[in-house]
């Protein structure tokens, strides 16, 4: 297994890019189909980027959940998967790979994060509702908390709000205010605390271990567990190791197990931390490994697959032990860095320093003149695909769910997330990326509103259909062609 660390790679010409450190040898066609083609694509799908067929996707750039590129060694794996309901090997491979990367005895498995959310909430926000502080909110993590009688609280210093920033990390939990929350509502009230190894919502803003460390004091202090969502723990670790004195150096083992340590329950979303598809909890507390237990054959499946195929259940051990590999896990935040350093350069509002998962557009500054109600950060999704054919992820106030009147709630930042998953893009394609964000920069004025058509109760985002409020997509498509003459 490589541990290797990112060599620093020096360019002759002093060009400082990402270098990619892995060759490719299985490849997808992509197609980019003309703009006028591009605007039928979004009519078909309700001007909503998930509405997309990928046959109309240049570069997919949603999310990075489930379509990081798999190693030989993954693939390998998958091959000699054992294939048993109860029992299986491929499961036990991933009990050691948890043990061995994440420190943890005990493990429970789901189909995918998510999943493990429902059984968190269901086991210790149903019996009583309460109050779970968060450094910051996901999406299916607050709808599982709310539809369980739950509410969350979000505690975070003022400088995470600030777009433009040169703290290093941002997704920090503000420990005074934790610590008035529980003396406020009473740990009683607190089924848990958790922690998001870079908040996705904000920007993929890390947390430091100094601040792990503060929050367990105050955990161990009033007797509340803490609970880490290691989605993206990976890249979480490799900024510490680049960011936080202590740990500058350090190697990507010695980290990860500092910040899994620090938590009696560890979760993740397996489609982002291993480069494959499931989810899984794990602790080493056998009273709460008992709690949440019997849930997983009512929602998941038997205790040694949990709704995972077997070929992913190796994978996924193989890909925890991959995220000890500084050079692999390097490739995404590297890459992010390179999109956001150079768009701040050009003069386009970014999120500051640049976080993981994806590189963050301040589409709220971009679409100054679009109000929250119309929905910017979406609009600014469609204008980005109409113009490029890259599909980035709204996340903004339609990422939001009402509040119990129906009112709308907006966001702190509308964002728009260009994920860029691990081992994917080439340099010339994230070229391109820099190209067409600039160019829709420039047009920026150009780019209307969005009214739904159609809002789902839960989880709008993902289903919603939407419309434009006037004719700004026909006028984009005029400058495109004005500008690009016959270029696709
Ligand atoms: C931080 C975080 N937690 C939980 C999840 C949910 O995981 P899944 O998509 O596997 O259900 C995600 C997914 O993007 C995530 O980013």
Redesign the pocket.
């Known amino acids: 297994m490589s541990t290797e660390k990112t060599a620093k790679i020096k360019f002759y010409s002093g060009e400082e890019i990402p270098l990619e450190l892995h060759k490719v040898r299985i490849v997808q066609k992509l197609h980019l189909v003309p703009i006028e083609r591009r605007l039928e694509a979004l009519r078909e799908g309700g001007f909503n980027t998930y509405g997309l067929n990928t046959t109309d996707v240049f570069l997919d750039m949603l999310?990075d959940?489930g379509v990081n590129a798999m190693s030989d060694n993954q693939l390998a794996a998958m091959m000699r998967a054992d294939d048993a309901y109860a029992g299986s090997q491929s499961f036990l491979r991933m009990k050691q790979a948890v043990k061995d990367v994440l420190g943890k005895e005990y493990l429970l498995p789901a189909h995918?994060?998510?999943?493990c959310?429902n059984i968190l909430a269901y086991t210790y926000v149903k019996p009583k509702g309460g109050i779970v502080p968060t450094n910051y909110h996901?999406t299916?993590?607050l709808a599982h908390i709310t539809e369980y009688g739950g509410k969350i609280v979000e505690l975070l210093y003022p400088e995470a709000f600030q777009i433009a920033s040169s703290q290093p990390f941002k997704g920090n939990m503000n420990v005074e205010e934790l610590e008035a929350l529980v003396k406020e509502v009473g740990a009683g009230n607190i089924p848990f605390i958790r922690l998001?190894a870079s908040t996705?919502l904000i920007g993929g803003q890390p947390f430091s271990i100094a601040n792990m460390r503060q929050v367990r004091a105050i955990a161990d202090k009033y007797e509340i567990r803490l609970v880490l969502?290691a989605?993206?723990l990976g890249e979480n670790a490799y900024l510490i190791i680049k960011r936080e004195e202590e740990f500058k150096g350090a190697s990507m083992e010695r980290v990860i197990k500092e910040m899994t340590n620090l938590a009696d329950i560890v979760y993740f979303?397996a489609?982002?931390l291993s480069s494959a598809r499931g989810?899984a909890i794990c602790t080493n507390k056998r009273d709460e490994y008992l709690a949440m237990e019997p849930i997983i054959p009512l929602f998941e499946g038997f205790l040694t697959y949990g709704g995972m195929s077997v070929r992913e259940i190796e994978a996924i051990a193989v890909g925890l032990y991959e995220t000890w590999d500084e050079s692999m896990i390097c490739q995404s935040p590297d890459s992010i860095a390179y999109i956001v350093n150079e768009l701040t350069k050009m003069g386009v509002p970014m999120v500051t320093p640049p976080g993981v998962l994806g590189a963050h557009v301040d589409t709220g500054a971009i679409c100054s003149h679009v109000p929250q109600s119309q929905y910017p950060a979406a609009s600014y999704a469609a204008a980005l695909y109409l113009i490029s054919g890259i599909r980035g992820m709204e996340r903004g106030s339609l990422s939001n769910q009402r509040d119990e009147n129906g009112n709308e709630t907006y966001a702190d930042m509308e964002l728009l997330r260009l994920a860029v998953p691990r081992r994917v893009f080439t340099l010339s394609q994230l070229k391109y990326v820099i190209d067409r964000v600039k160019w829709l920069y420039d047009n920026r004025k150009l780019i209307g509103g969005l009214r739904f058509t159609y809002e789902p109760p839960v989880l709008r985002f993902f289903m919603g259909r939407l419309e434009p409020t006037s004719d700004w997509c026909e006028k984009l498509v005029k400058q495109f062609h004005k500008d690009f003459g016959d270029s696709l």
Do not use: H, I
């Open positions: 999310t959940s995918q994060g998510r999943a959310e996901f299916t993590t998001e996705n969502d989605s993206l979303s489609r982002k989810g």
